[in-house]
């Protein structure tokens, strides 16, 4: 669901977004068992339509199990050529990804 510029994966909800670009970024975040602050690798995508709406936004990707159902697509941006509806399963560190790729017409 798009908050403000956001897509946010919600449980149990599928997001069909389209890609238009994406950038690779280092951030410090706060670990959430312990509170401190850490490093992580996070892929940046722009989005440009969420279920099939022109929705400004972006995605932002520190889970390494849906980075590697994306990461195929990063090589001359072919992600431009499709469509991802990505579900998220479960919470926590049971949090998984369902990945449906659909080329565009």
């Not at 980075?67 to 560190?93: M, Q, R």
Request: charged share 25%; with cysteine; net charge neutral.
């Amino acid at each position: 669901m798009p908050l403000q510029n956001y897509v946010i994966l919600e449980p149990g909800k599928p997001e069909r977004v389209h890609f238009s670009d994406h950038h690779l970024e280092r951030r410090e975040i706060s670990d959430p068992k312990t509170g401190r602050p850490t490093f992580r690798n996070v892929c940046v995508f722009d989005v440009d339509e969420v279920n099939g709406l022109k929705t400004p936004s972006q995605l932002s990707v520190i889970s390494e199990k849906l980075f590697a159902s994306l990461e195929p697509y990063l090589p001359g941006k072919e992600y431009l050529n499709y469509d991802f509806t990505i579900t998220k399963v479960g919470a926590g560190f049971t949090t998984s990804f369902s990945v449906q790729v659909t080329p565009r017409k």
